[in-house]
């Protein structure tokens, strides 16, 4: 049986996941995405340099991550007779399916130096220590 975090994984990088297919034309904008487990928590890294933390949106909406991201930028440059004017505009949306176990009131994100790093805290899994005896018949 696969761990659940490999399940998880699995399900949301297959090229036969339907949030992939509906989008396989999107998907060349698409930042790059780190996901890691510990005991304690989830985390989600999104490559994404020259944007602003202000650019972004995280959502937690029926059981479901939402990763958001808009940035529009104007360039204009004037030589002699000539200018010339530039417009760039990034705009993305990931979503992932949560795992049962993610606390999702307790979800943070920070950004910092192009890296987008959100952490999704654990449910404590209850590890029965008791030891019983059992009758050998």
Same mark, same amino acid.
């Given at each position: 049986?696969?761990?659940?975090?490999? %399940?998880?994984?699995?399900?949301? #990088?297959?090229?036969?996941?339907?949030? #992939?297919?509906?989008? @396989?034309?999107?998907?060349?904008? =698409?930042?790059?995405?780190?996901?890691?487990?510990?005991?304690?928590?989830?985390?989600?890294?999104?490559?994404?340099? $020259? =944007?602003?933390?202000?650019d972004f949106k995280?959502?937690?909406?029926? %059981? *479901? =991550?939402?990763? *958001?991201?808009?940035?529009?930028?104007?360039?204009e440059k004037k030589?002699?007779?000539?200018? @010339? @004017?530039? #417009?760039? #505009?990034?705009?993305?949306? *990931?979503?992932? %399916?949560?795992p049962e176990d993610?606390?999702?009131?307790?979800? &943070?994100?920070?950004?910092?130096? $192009? =890296?987008? &790093?959100?952490?999704?805290?654990?449910?404590?899994?209850?590890?029965?220590?008791?030891? @019983?005896?059992?009758?050998? *018949?």
């Amino acid at each position: 049986m696969l761990h659940p975090m490999n %399940q998880w994984v699995d399900r949301f #990088f297959t090229e036969e996941d339907p949030f #992939f297919t509906e989008n @396989r034309t999107n998907r060349a904008n =698409l930042p790059a995405v780190n996901v890691k487990e510990t005991d304690e928590a989830y985390m989600i890294e999104v490559a994404a340099p $020259g =944007l602003l933390k202000e650019d972004f949106k995280v959502s937690c909406e029926d %059981q *479901r =991550l939402i990763i *958001r991201a808009e940035h529009q930028t104007e360039k204009e440059k004037k030589e002699d007779d000539c200018m @010339r @004017r530039e #417009f760039n #505009f990034t705009r993305f949306e *990931r979503h992932f %399916q949560l795992p049962e176990d993610v606390l999702a009131d307790n979800v &943070k994100a920070t950004y910092e130096n $192009g =890296l987008l &790093k959100i952490n999704m805290p654990r449910k404590a899994l209850k590890i029965n220590k008791e030891t @019983r005896l059992i009758d050998v *018949r």
